[in-house]
Structure formats: structure tokens, C-alpha cells
């Protein structure tokens, strides 16, 4: 029986994986859907601190049998302002609520991942235009920031730079201050420091 990471009332998240390869083909060869973006960052050995779930419909099945991924959320990489956040879904279900669904049960996950307690901050960047995507942010819960001048990059402009509308995602109870890179030290986890004592 498949283990899911996360789950909502619609939707199954399930780390982002090659049997969601033709549903991710679907979503993203559509140019509505990549208006936004410069291009995709997937989890690899060179990009392990970032996380990317498919959220996954509960009732439907997509051509090969398996749970139909209607879209993705997750982290991007690193950014003086914290850890970028994101998400895109097929635009056959735009507007169903399942961006939002699946988005604030990642934010809940996220918070308990034992190899990411050194973050406190996460960032949406957004582009002026894009109201759908902060929608997402406020109804997820985010805090509006401020805007960061000519710092959006598009394929589609072509090198153009413009500004980027800023949302905040704290981890709860954590106080974190204006300007932080939301990033803390912790601990090195216990295997670690068993592997370094034992070579030593
Ligand atoms: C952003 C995106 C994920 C939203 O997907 P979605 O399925 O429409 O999301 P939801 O249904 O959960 O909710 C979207 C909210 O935006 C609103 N919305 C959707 N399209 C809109 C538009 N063109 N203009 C204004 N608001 C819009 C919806 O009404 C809803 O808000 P409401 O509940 O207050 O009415 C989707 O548009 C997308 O994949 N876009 C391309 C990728 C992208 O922009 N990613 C974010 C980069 S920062």
C-alpha cells in the first residue's frame, strides 16, 4: 500500500517522482500554465535542501492507472529573503481550490520535516500581475511583504526584469526578524555526529 507524505480531504501529496512523469508533461506544456515561470527546479543530488510534493487527486486516475497529479507545490532554492516557495497546476483545474488545498497542507508538512528545522522562513515571490498566485499566498496564510525591485525573471520577457510582490511564511510560534535570510543553526542531527565520533 502506497505511504503518502500528506493528505487532505481531495488530495494525496506525494514527493515529486518519475511515475508522475506524463501528468507533469500535461501540466507544463501548456503556456498559460509556464507564464510565470523561468524554469523548473527539480530535487537532485546538487539541489537536496529543496522539496517538491505532487499533489494528487484522491478520486481520479490518470491514463496509466495511477492517482491523476493535478499539480505541484514546493521549495525552489535559496534567496536572501528566505527559502522560495511555489506550486503550478494544470489548467484543466484551475480554480477548483485544489492550489490552495494542497499548498497550506505542504506549509503544515513542511514545519514538521526533522532535516528542515533550520528553516523559519519561507518566500513567495510573485509577479505583479499574477492574482491568481496571491490569492494562493493570502488565503494560505501568507503575510504580505515588501516589493523587490525588477528582481522577477520570465521566459517569456526575455531577460526582463520585473518587480516581485513578496509573501511571507514563518514557522509557527517563531518570531523572525525583518531582514533575516530565514535560516537558524541546529543541532547537526545524531547520526551525523555518531558517524563523525566513530571516524574519529
Ligand atoms: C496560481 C495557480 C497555481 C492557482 O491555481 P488555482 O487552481 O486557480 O488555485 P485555487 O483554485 O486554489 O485558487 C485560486 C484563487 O485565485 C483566484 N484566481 C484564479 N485565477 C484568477 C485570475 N486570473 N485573476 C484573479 N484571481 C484569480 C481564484 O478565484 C481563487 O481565489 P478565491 O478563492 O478568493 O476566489 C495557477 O493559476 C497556476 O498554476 N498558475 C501558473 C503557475 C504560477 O503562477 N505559479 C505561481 C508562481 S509565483
Known sequence: MTTYAAETERLYLEPLGVQHLEDFHELWNNDEAV??????????????????YALLLKDEKNEKGGLKMVGFV??????????????????????????????????ELYWT?????????????????????????????????EVLKESYERFV???????AWLFYFDRPGVEVKDGSDGRVE??????????KGDGA
Not at 532554492?77 to 505542504?106: A, D, I, L
Not at 522562513?121 to 490569492?135: F, G, I, M, W
Not at 547537526?188 to 555526529?193: M, S, T
Open 74 to 107: 514546493g521549495t525552489n532554492r535559496w534567496c536572501e529573503k528566505g527559502m522560495e516557495v511555489g506550486y503550478c497546476s494544470n489548467v484543466e483545474y484551475w480554480g477548483t481550490g485544489y492550489t490552495t488545498e494542497g499548498f497550506k497542507t505542504f506549509l
Open 157 to 163: 520577457d526575455g531577460g526582463l526584469k520585473s518587480d
Open 35 to 52: 507564464l510565470w515561470s523561468y524554469y523548473m527546479i527539480l530535487p537532485t543530488k546538487e539541489t537536496w535542501d529543496i522539496d517538491k
Open 113 to 145: 520535516l526533522p532535516e528542515r528545522m533550520n528553516v523559519v522562513r519561507l518566500v513567495a515571490k510573485t509577479h505583479p500581475e499574477n492574482v491568481a498566485s496571491q490569492r494562493v499566498c493570502v488565503k494560505c496564510g501568507g503575510k504580505k511583504g
Open 186 to 195: 541546529t543541532e547537526a542531527p545524531k547520526e551525523e555526529k555518531q558517524e
